[in-house]
């Protein structure tokens, strides 16, 4: 049994006659049992992207995430070119002949779902373009001064010649053209 209490803040103690019916009202054959609830299966906590509302907090993220990419990178050879403000993926890496875009993308949770735009899936699916998926799952965040963030550690996935596929992609949202 659950026993639930209210304060009225506009009780009236001298109630007119249809105020008065509705305080004294109780359902028929007094208490009445609930229907159950469905309630959606529980999310996986902390898992994947999600959106980060915070829009500090964000850019820490994902400057954060593209610092590592391009050390990881870097690391291994490559010449890192950043384009993400130019195109629809991070960086260009070349090594010898060997050229790749890559996508980096960052979360403060375990490894899962990340959001991808339309414009980085065309251009990981164009023939003959090698693209990576780097994920960089479990960032830190600490509060340099009130309001500025700054990302650390993490853990490293590579999706190597990545394509996404339509059944591994969600939709989150469309565009409706009202006319």
Same mark, same amino acid.
């Given at each position: 049994p659950v026993q639930i209490l209210f304060d009225l803040l506009d009780f009236k103690s001298s109630p007119n006659e249809a105020l008065a019916a509705l305080y004294a009202w109780r359902p028929q054959g007094g208490a009445r049992k609930l229907d159950a609830v469905e309630l959606p299966?529980?999310?996986?906590?902390? %898992?994947?992207q999600g959106r980060q509302s915070d829009t500090k907090k964000r850019i820490a993220i994902e400057e954060w995430a593209m610092a590592e990419c391009r050390h990881y990178y870097e690391g291994r050879g490559f010449r890192m070119q950043d384009t993400s403000k130019t195109n629809p993926f991070d960086f260009i890496a070349t090594r010898n002949v060997e050229t790749r875009r890559i996508e980096a993308k960052g979360c403060t949770g375990g490894l899962g779902e990340v959001i991808v735009t339309a414009g980085e899936v065309l251009a990981a699916r164009e023939v003959?373009?090698? !693209? +990576?998926?780097?994920?960089?799952? &479990?960032? &830190? #965040?600490?509060? !340099?001064?009130?309001? &500025?963030? %700054?990302? @650390?550690?993490? &853990?490293?996935?590579?999706? %190597?010649?990545?394509?996404? #596929? +339509?059944? +591994?992609? !969600?939709? !989150?949202?469309? %565009? @409706?053209?009202?006319?």
């Open positions: 299966p529980p999310i996986p906590p902390n %898992r994947g003959g373009v090698f !693209t +990576d998926l780097f994920v960089m799952s &479990k960032i &830190k #965040l600490s509060e !340099t001064e009130p309001g &500025k963030f %700054r990302g @650390y550690g993490g &853990k490293v996935t590579v999706v %190597r010649n990545w394509v996404p #596929l +339509d059944e +591994d992609l !969600t939709p !989150t949202q469309f %565009r @409706y053209a009202v006319v």
